[in-house]
Structures are given as C-alpha cells and as structure tokens.
C-alpha cells in the first residue's frame, strides 16, 4: 500500500448520523472476492430509491469522483467488517470527516489507506454549512493536520501512529516480524502458565 | 505503594510483548478465533506465502453462513463456497475446525465459552465485533478488522493503544421479567451508540454479580453497540463454576493454579476510571428498540417519540427511522403488530435465554410464525433434553439448527421488506435482517410475549403465577 501525505480533490456531503457498516456495505455482497472490486457495493441501498433505480439527488451518485466525504456522528460504527473500508476506497473515497467514528471502523480505515478525520461537533457544522450546496473541492494534510473545505480551514484529530502509518503506507506484519525474538521470548515466559495454551480435548 | 490498578490495566500489562514510545504496544493474542468471514484474511496469507503462526491457538468455526436447515445440500453455491473456503483454509493451516455436523458447532461467541477455549486473564480476537462477549470472564476480548486478523494469524500478536477504562456499575436487584438485555439497552439509550467510544467497559456491582455467566455474556456482547470495543467482569465464583470440567479448560492442579492466578484479577477498590456511570437495577424496566440504532429504544410502556420534542442533534435521525420503522409518533409502543419473531444470536442464544422465553411460550400459542435458532449444538441439545424444543414447536414456531441466522441473514435467514420482527439479536440497523426490514430488539421474554400476542408487549403481566 502506498504512503501519502495529502489529499485534494471533491468533498461531498452525506449528513447522517450512525452511519453503520451494515449501510454501507450489506452482508449479502461479502462474499465476493476482493480482486473484483467493493466500489459497487458502497451505500448500496441507502443511494437507491425504494424502487431500487439510483437516487440522483445523493451525494454519493451526483458526484461519484468525490474523495472526501463529510459525514455525521458515530460513523463505521457496529460490524467490525472491513468490507465496508474496501467499498469506500474502492469507490475512491480516501477521507472521511466526522465526529466520531466506530473504533473498529477507524482502526480498519487506516490499514488501508483511508484518513479518520475526526473533527469537533462546531467544526463539522461548519463544514455541513460550507458544503450546503452538495459539493465543494478540498484537501486534507497529514502533515498539519488540517482539512481545507471551500476555504473553509479545520483542524482535525488523529493519532501518531496512525498518522505514520497513512504517510509510509505501512505493513504492520513486515513491521512485527522485526520484532520475533522479543514474542518468541514472551512466548517462553507464558507456556507454563495454567490456561494460556489449551488444554486439549480430554483424555 | 504502587498505584491502584483497574482490571484492563492488569490484563493489558499481561499482554505486553512490548510498548513503544509512541505508546502503541505489541500484544500476544491467547485464542484466536476464525470463521468464514475471515477469507480476506487468509488470502492476504497466502499471498504472502506466510504459515499461522500458532495453529494451536488459532479455532475455525462455521457460523455466519451456517444453514439452519441441514438437511440436503446448500442450495446457494454462493453461501456453499464460504464454507468450502474456511474448510479449506482451516485444513490447510492444521486449525480444529468446528464444522456443520460437529457436536460442539455453534455461533463462535457461544462456542468459545462452551469449550473452555474462553478463560480469565486471556486476550483473545476475532473478526467480529461481538467478541466482546468473552470479557464476561475476566478476559481482554476485542473485535478486529480483515488486516488485523491477517496480522494475527501471521504473528500472533496485535498492535493496540491502550482504551480508556470506564465502569458501568448497577446495584440493586433486577425486577422479575427484567434481564441483562434491559441493562444494556438501557445504558445505550442514556449515553448513546457512541456513549463508550474509545473505551473499555468494566461491569460491576450487585446486579452484575448477581448475573449468570449467560446474563453477563449478553451485556458484555452488547457493549460494541453502546460504542465500547471491550466489555469485562472480573471473574468470580460463578465464572469458576461455569468452566470446572470444560474441555479446554486447565485440568488437575493446573486447574487450582490457575484459579489462584483468576482470583487476583480485579480492580483495587480504590482504582481511578476514566468514566464511572451507575444505574439502579430497580428502576430497569423491559425495553424495546423503535429506530435503527441500538440507542433509539425506550420502555415497552413509553410511547413512540415525536421527532420535534427531542434534543435537537436526534430529531433529523428520528424522523427518518421512525419513516423507515413505519412508526406513528406519540402511539404507544406497546400493541405495535409484529409479523415474526427470531429467538437467537450470540446475543441472546444460549440455554438462559431459551429458558427464559420457553416460560413464556409454555401452554401458549404464537400468533406470527418466529425461529428459534439456538446458540450452539450444545445448548440445543440440552435444550431438547429439557423438553423446550417442543414448548416452541407446540407454540408454532420453527426450531432449527445453530448459527448466525437471522441476526445478519447472512445464511439466507432474512426479514422481508416492510416486515416487521421482534428479535432477540443485537442490531436494529437499516436492511441488518434482509433489505427494508424492520427489527425490534428485546430481550428473549419480551420476543416470546410479542409471538404470543402478535404485538409488542410487556412480557412482565404474562409471567405472573409462572416458574421463572
């Protein structure tokens, strides 16, 4: 995976809040292998009308070439699958603003590229405001920090290491594998603690 | 003296291959636990050509997709595939496998206790969110991403920040008709689906301790909708009693050192939280979901909310689910009609909750057809033994084999649009039972009240003069 340090590109907006993983990716599509592609799947039914022809009037179907998507509390929360990242960055979101994200969610976004911007409540209403016509261009910043919407500047919040991580592109298994003796040593220390290792069927 | 430590600190520190400066640490995962959803998984493995680093500790389990109906073969070569696939895989890599026809089958959550595999003092993952259950032991047990699970079969070990720790305590004595289910849709409610965001939640007080294993599993479970990717309660007597003689738990004099080992995992009675919420047992009433986040639920006695007369940031949200639930606002809740019911889940599948509905069932009729799916092969074959496959067959509803079933239909177990179903499972999320369905949570009584009046209904009146 390759490392970045910004973004720029259309933001667009999608003001829901609880946006679960069950929306944006439903489980009937999971089984598709990855090599074929997850964009297709984003939003599925939540973009379709109850007819289930596309809505033309959301966001996601008015501007497909959006990068960053400006969303409400709690989003990515429930389902821990990483399916739902795969749909976003195979549709070529690569940064979501909110509040506040599911922790799995996050931690799943980072491993594949994709910005958690976290931003404060007044900020996102801010940017709900600046973006009130549907669509702006913008650009995020590892670097600063920063996320530059219609010309409107916010701060956002995101860990060092998954700051380092988003900048290098990082593999955390090639990173782990440096570090072998200190769980082959650790491993030693545990094997004749009660419990740590299974019993085994019964004899 | 050194300082007062909560229970996430001593499993935490137990963990700790290493911690570098920028305070991630390095953690050894003690089970690991795989199911068919772990495919992306696996391929990223074979990709790089990488065996599972600990075959010992790693236990496959066929639960997502599992047909309830096993007679004859799977008909959708789609669902048959991730079958195949994990069946694949697990040979491949020399993992037991609990497949279709094993005896000790069932949802990977009810499985893990079930077999002794789940312990105190244990860190263990899985690709799923809901593992969260395991911390019912005194266990550090957390739901991870396909990339994670990745790491984890290559390493054994996972990279993780420390959570912040918060405590939820609830003392005093849950009235009858009111289960764990009610506590933890309860806190949701209060402090929202992203009340515990960021953190890991320590259960305590007397109501808790009061808990079987099976109450404390279902809070713990629950403990991801409220926000918070962990949920624990330090062990005591009754997790002790659980485990004695389960097959892969400590035996002989391993097993009394590793009691004395469990006994010492708590929090100091003076440790500091991050965040300490209490609640009163007494004051926990029934309660049912009425929107599409676990956080939009409200007494079985309350009304259906007006937007309007909400906090300002829930009205947008409200209006929307309450269009999509087909709710009026301000009609009582109670007497809403459902179509169905589904009694199951790694929420609310295990032997308690069957127990727990088939009180209600007893000498009853259903209105709406329902399934009852329960959490393993294990617990259903206790459940026959106990006779309360045929309360639920008497009643009209269909009892089937185990598995994830219709809590995310991934099996071909859906809701269909428009229909509305009172659910024992964990999420109420648009399109989660079957596109355009509509999913009422509530605990396993309050399902079996609503099968047997066709409505949403406090399940406590119908208990009376019942053996509960």
New interface residues.
């Given amino acids: 995976m390759a490392g970045w340090s910004e973004q720029r590109g259309k933001a667009i907006l999608l003001?829901?809040?609880?946006i679960?993983t069950?929306?944006l990716i439903?489980?009937?599509f999971?089984?598709t292998?990855?090599a074929e592609g997850y964009g297709r799947f984003l939003l599925h039914?939540?973009r379709r009308t109850?007819e289930g022809e596309m809505d033309p009037e959301f966001p996601l179907n008015a501007h497909p070439d959006a990068c960053i998507l400006v969303t409400g509390?709690?989003f990515g929360?429930?389902?821990?699958?990483?399916?739902a990242?795969y749909a976003l960055v195979d549709a070529g979101i690569r940064v979501v603003v909110a509040p506040?994200?599911?922790?799995?969610?996050a931690?799943?976004a980072v491993?594949?590229g994709l910005l958690p911007a976290r931003v404060s409540e007044a900020d996102a209403k801010l940017l709900t405001k600046t973006l009130s016509s549907g669509v702006g261009t913008g650009v995020a910043d590892l670097a600063s920090r920063l996320l530059l919407i219609r010309g409107v500047s916010v701060p956002f919040q995101l860990?060092?290491?998954w700051r380092?991580k988003l900048l290098n592109g990082w593999d955390?298994?090639d990173?782990?594998?440096h570090?072998s003796a200190?769980?082959a040593a650790?491993?030693g220390r545990?094997l004749s603690?009660?419990?740590?290792?299974?019993?085994?069927?019964?004899p | 003296m050194s300082a007062p430590l909560t229970l996430l600190d001593r499993l935490w520190s137990m963990h700790e291959v290493l911690c570098r400066e920028d305070g991630s640490a390095l953690l050894w995962v003690d089970r690991h636990l795989v199911h068919e959803g772990s495919h992306h998984a696996f391929a990223r493995l074979a990709e790089r050509g990488l065996p599972v680093a600990e075959p010992g500790l790693t236990f496959a389990v066929v639960d997502h997709y599992a047909p309830t109906r096993r007679a004859g073969p799977i008909a959708d070569p789609a669902i048959a595939r991730m079958i195949e696939t994990l069946r694949g895989n697990a040979a491949r890599h020399g993992l037991r496998l609990f497949d279709l026809d094993d005896p000790d089958q069932g949802i990977v959550h009810v499985v893990g206790p079930e077999q002794g595999l789940t312990l105190p003092g244990l860190l263990i993952t899985c690709g799923d969110s809901h593992t969260s259950t395991h911390g019912a032991f005194g266990a550090l047990a957390f739901g991870i991403g396909a990339t994670e699970v990745a790491h984890v079969l290559a390493t054994q070990t996972i990279w993780q920040r420390k959570p912040q720790a918060m405590r939820i305590t609830v003392d005093g004595a849950l009235p009858a008709g009111v289960s764990a289910k009610d506590i933890a849709l309860n806190w949701i409610a209060r402090l929202g689906a992203d009340g515990a965001q960021g953190h890991a939640v320590e259960y305590a007080g007397s109501a808790i301790r009061s808990l079987s294993m099976e109450g404390r599993m279902t809070l713990c479970n629950l403990t991801i909708e409220g926000g918070g990717r962990m949920g624990m309660v330090a062990p005591d007597e009754v997790s002790f009693a659980y485990l004695r003689n389960r097959s892969q738990a400590p035996r002989g004099g391993d097993w009394h050192k590793a009691l004395d080992n469990w006994q010492a995992l708590a929090s100091d009675a003076d440790a500091m939280f991050d965040r300490d919420v209490a609640l009163l047992a007494e004051e926990i009433a029934p309660i049912v979901t009425w929107g599409t986040s676990p956080e939009q639920a409200l007494p079985i006695d309350a009304s259906v909310p007006i937007p309007d007369t909400l906090p300002p940031a829930k009205v947008q949200a409200a209006r929307a689910a309450l269009d999509y639930m087909g709710l009026v606002p301000g009609r009582s809740l109670a007497g809403t009609p459902v179509d169905q019911v589904f009694i199951g889940s790694c929420t609310n599948g295990r032997i308690e909750d069957l127990r727990a509905a088939a009180a209600v069932l007893a000498g009853r009729r259903a209105r709406v057809p329902g399934l009852v799916s329960p959490g393993s092969a294990r617990v259903k074959a206790q459940a026959e033994e106990e006779g309360l496959d045929r309360v639920f067959t008497e009643a009209g509803l269909d009892w089937v084999a185990s598995g994830c079933s219709m809590c995310v239909g991934m099996n071909g177990d859906l809701v269909a649009a428009g229909k509305r179903c009172a659910s024992s499972t964990n999420r109420n999320f648009r399109g989660r039972q079957g596109k355009g369905a509509r999913t009422h949570l509530m605990s396993p009584a309050m399902v079996a009240a609503a099968a047997v009046t066709g409505t949403l209904c406090d399940v406590r009146p119908m208990l009376r003069g019942r053996p509960v």
């Avoid at chain 1, 003001?15 to 609880?18: D, H, I, K, L, T």
């Avoid at chain 1, 929360?77 to 399916?83: C, F, I």
């Fill in positions: 003001p829901m809040a609880n679960d069950d929306q439903p489980a009937r999971m089984s292998p990855r039914d939540v109850s509390r709690n929360s429930g389902s821990s699958r990483e399916a990242v506040s994200f599911g922790d799995i969610f931690g799943n491993n594949n860990d060092d290491v380092t955390d298994i990173l782990t594998r570090h200190e769980i650790y491993r545990i603690e009660p419990g740590r290792f299974p019993a085994g069927d019964a």
